[in-house]
């Protein structure tokens, strides 16, 4: 589901490691932190018994002692309204064949199987995300958090738009992942 990133513990406000290039404003990807309220809120629908955060850097330990995973859990409870038992935590992850690697060790250990579990991603990341699951012998429903309306050709179809450039960014960003994987043997 990718991962929460950080906590500043004296504002509270929520950031996010970037992986990639790909900032927002502050540094805020929004993809993340739509898989992670969009997990919460199907939580709080009953369709969700836990969310396991994968791939997620709140293992980080501060000069004080404090870590941001407890800054975490305690800012879900407080603000959020969801206990930390909710939240599942694998640290190790660093990129999606190893989101479900490591995925795939902590279902197995809870004897949990692919039709309990849903994927939360965005639409473009779908794909890739199913392919090293099934490599993985793990069979997954999946909910996109981003799925878009098609950009729509115009009577000004020639003129250049910045939103193309950023779809074809998207898009050879996964050719690219899938590629690699195949190469690699991930998928």
Known sequence: MGGFGYMDKFTGKIGYVMYSE???QNGIRPDMRNRLWRAISLWKEG????????????????????????LFLCYMKKYAGVPPEVFVFEQQSKNTYENVLFTSEILKQREITGPDCLLIT??????????CFSEQGIDIDYFSVD?????????NWWQPDIRILK???????????????????YI
């Not at 639409?123 to 890739?128: D, I, L, P, Q, T």
């Not at 799925?147 to 115009?154: E, G």
């Open 22 to 24: 790909n900032r927002t």
């Open 47 to 70: 369709h969700l018994e836990k969310i396991l955060i994968t791939g997620d850097m709140v293992a980080n330990i501060h000069k004080d002692g404090t870590s941001e995973k407890n």
């Open 122 to 131: 965005t639409a473009s990341h779908v794909g890739r995300s199913l392919k």
């Open 147 to 155: 799925a878009r309306k098609p950009l729509m050709i115009s009577g």
């Open 167 to 185: 779809k074809w960014e998207e898009l050879l960003y996964e050719w690219g992942g899938i590629m690699v994987y195949w190469l690699k043997g």
